[in-house]
């Protein structure tokens, strides 16, 4: 069996290092791209039918509404079957203390019953937040089960390989 990397990651205006700074390449997709290369996953960037923009407090607002009204925003070319793989990394960054929403649409499409999700996360502080929990219930309640999850600062994405390779072990 083989196994995948889904992620979501935002590109554009972001918090780094607690400063707002235009991002060309998303921390998470840095983090996602890693992980495939060291395990030879297919990997899959999950991108929402409608762009989440790129100025800051308009992803923010639209972010937290997401959250708060537990909206799952249309996935763009979705992802279609799960069945070759037994290993899913599935990897976001921390919005709100959670995973974004458009993550909960991309794990709505698929049964997990017998899959392990593996979550990886990018973060400004407080690593996860409630973000391992929530998946594990939401992956959980689809028959799947999740292992230990790494989060990764946004800011050392560049140099997380020895803490990538240890958790990939
Ligand atoms: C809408 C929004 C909400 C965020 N909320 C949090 C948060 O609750 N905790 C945190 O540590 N970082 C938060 N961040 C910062 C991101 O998690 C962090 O910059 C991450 O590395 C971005 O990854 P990306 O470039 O793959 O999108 C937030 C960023 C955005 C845009």
Redesign the pocket.
């Known amino acids: 069996m083989k196994s995948l990397v889904a992620y979501f990651?935002?590109?554009g205006e972001?918090?780094?290092n607690f400063d707002i700074k235009n991002?060309k390449k998303?921390?998470?997709?840095t983090v996602a791209e890693k992980i495939a290369d060291m395990t030879g996953a297919d990997i899959f960037r999950i991108v929402p039918e409608e762009p989440y923009p790129s100025d800051?407090d308009a992803?923010?607002r639209r972010?937290?509404a997401e959250y708060e009204d537990n909206i799952h925003p249309a996935i763009k070319a979705p992802f279609t079957s799960l069945d070759s793989y037994d290993t899913i990394y599935i990897g976001f960054?921390?919005?709100?203390?959670s995973y974004p929403r458009v993550v909960a649409s991309f794990i709505d499409c698929f049964d997990f019953t017998g899959k392990t999700v593996k979550p990886f996360?990018?973060?400004?502080?407080?690593e996860f937040?409630m973000a391992d929990m929530e998946l594990e219930r939401a992956v959980k309640a689809k028959g799947g089960k999740t292992a230990k999850g790494l989060a990764v600062r946004?800011s050392d994405v560049d140099s997380c390989d020895e803490a990538l390779r240890k958790w990939l072990q």
């Open positions: 990651s935002h590109e972001n918090s780094v991002v998303g921390h998470t997709r800051y992803v923010c972010a937290q960054p921390i919005w709100f203390r996360c990018t973060n400004e502080e407080g937040g946004g």
